[in-house]
């Protein structure tokens, strides 16, 4: 820890000698270097763009663009997901669209074809919204449909034994 401390004192000093403007010097530092309280920050501006403004929707994020929403750089991004969420951000995101497509199939599964679903829950293709929640779930779109359909038909036939 204390050479990691060394490494940015000297980082800093080098920085500042070259009369960078003490708003990029985060940016110049080594992206190993990184404070708890800067990771959990990002970790929760990552929470709430998912889980409040659904950004997972937009067919065209990419780590570059979730980046500066979150208002860091991708290294840091990168690394603060894969500690705290435990995967990549390609599979973070893909979860979250998975379980949204689940929400849509759940509420009314014959509804919407699985074509407009895959669109709806940020894919930009077909083939790689089947994948994903095949690789997610353990089935596909379809069979998860059917398992709903299923699922909702018996417990139509319990409630109409009561």
């Known amino acids: 820890m204390q050479s990691l401390f060394k490494q940015f004192v000297t980082q800093l000093g080098l920085l500042k000698e ?16 990184i404070n708890l309280n800067q990771e959990v920050h990002i970790y929760k501006e990552v929470l709430y763009n998912l889980d409040s403004k659904q950004i997972y929707l937009d067919p065209s994020l990419s780590l570059i663009k979730l980046s500066s929403v979150v208002g860091t750089n991708t290294t840091y991004l990168s690394n603060s997901i894969n500690k705290y969420f435990g ?6 995101i893909n979860r979250y669209r998975i379980e949204y497509c689940k929400k849509l199939l759940g509420n009314n599964p014959m ?7 895959a669109k709806k829950c940020g894919f930009s293709s077909v083939s790689a919204f089947y994948a994903s929640f095949k690789k997610i779930t353990g089935i596909s779109p379809v069979q998860y449909r059917m398992l709903i359909i299923y699922r909702n038909e018996t417990n139509k036939e319990l409630d109409n034994e009561i």
């Open 87 to 92: 995967c990549n951000f390609k599979t973070l």
């Open 111 to 117: 509804s919407v074809p699985i074509k407009e679903i």
């Open 18 to 33: 070259k009369g960078t403007l003490e708003t990029d010097i985060i940016d110049g530092l080594d992206p190993s270097i």
